[in-house]
């Protein structure tokens, strides 16, 4: 092959593999994500939803169950609805080490949860050190991370841990899922706590997990604890 052709085949592979591509079919990315135009168009963006738990309501309304009895969590803010392309790229990152889909995911948190009420820091859901070794990766600090970067807030990583070992929550039902957490997570560093934290995780399904890490946080000072989620599911 003539030096020219090669030079000219070298470029366009490069740009074939440096260009952003959508991570939910394979189209170019647009508008600086790993998503296309039209799958961008179509995210499924968590807009009407209960303040306090982020249950996609009709009209961003109150949900029954928090007018009965109101989470821990004052304000729960979620990206998007746990749908597509959601139910695919969050199982990618959490379960398959797909660190690019938890970049997209960051990055659609950012965008979306730029402009609520900010904490005076984030806080990732721990994961047990055990479940940690295997994973390699805890997937709510891959979240907390670059969104905490990207919004300016400081990251408090060792301040909330995960004493115990729980099965699996997908398996379990609401009442299993709540004694499932019973002393899952402890404070260490009290003296670190602000008033004001916000708790990242990726996905909020009936919320046990974040409410019993607000329980503890609560209990340990916090005047006010938030959910940060990227996706809800309904
Ligand atoms: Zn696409
Ligand atoms: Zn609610």
């Not at 660190?99 to 609520?116: F, K």
């Not at 990766?137 to 408090?156: F, K, M, S, T, V």
């Not at 019993?212 to 989620?229: E, K």
Request: charged share 25%; aromatic share 4%.
């Amino acid at each position: 092959m003539e030096a020219k052709r090669v030079d000219h085949w070298l470029r366009r592979a490069g740009q074939l593999l440096l260009a952003p591509r959508c991570l939910a079919c394979g189209e170019p990315g647009a508008d600086g994500l790993d998503l296309c135009r039209a799958c961008t168009e179509a995210l499924p963006w968590n807009r009407a939803a209960c303040p306090r738990c982020a249950l996609p309501t009709p009209h961003g309304d109150r949900c029954g169950a928090c007018l009965q009895a109101p989470t821990p969590m004052t304000a729960t803010y979620a990206a998007c609805v746990y749908g597509l392309p959601l139910d695919r790229l969050v199982p990618r990152f959490k379960f398959h080490q797909d660190l690019a889909c938890g970049r997209l995911l960051a990055e659609l948190m950012t965008r979306s949860l730029a402009t609520v009420e900010r904490p005076d820091a984030l806080i990732p859901i721990p994961l047990h050190a055990s479940r940690l070794r295997q994973r390699g990766y805890d997937q709510a600090l891959e979240l907390a991370r670059p969104l905490g970067r990207a919004l300016d807030l400081p990251l408090l990583e060792r301040v909330l841990i995960r004493q115990r070992e729980t099965a699996p929550q997908s398996e379990l039902d609401a009442a299993a899922r709540r004694r499932n957490l019973r002393g899952a997570f402890a404070v260490q560093a009290r003296d670190m706590l602000p008033a004001h934290v916000a708790l990242v995780d990726d996905v909020m399904t009936t919320g046990a997990t974040l409410q019993a890490a607000a329980q503890v946080l609560l209990r340990a000072g916090v005047q006010r604890v938030d959910a940060w989620v990227c996706a809800r599911s309904p």
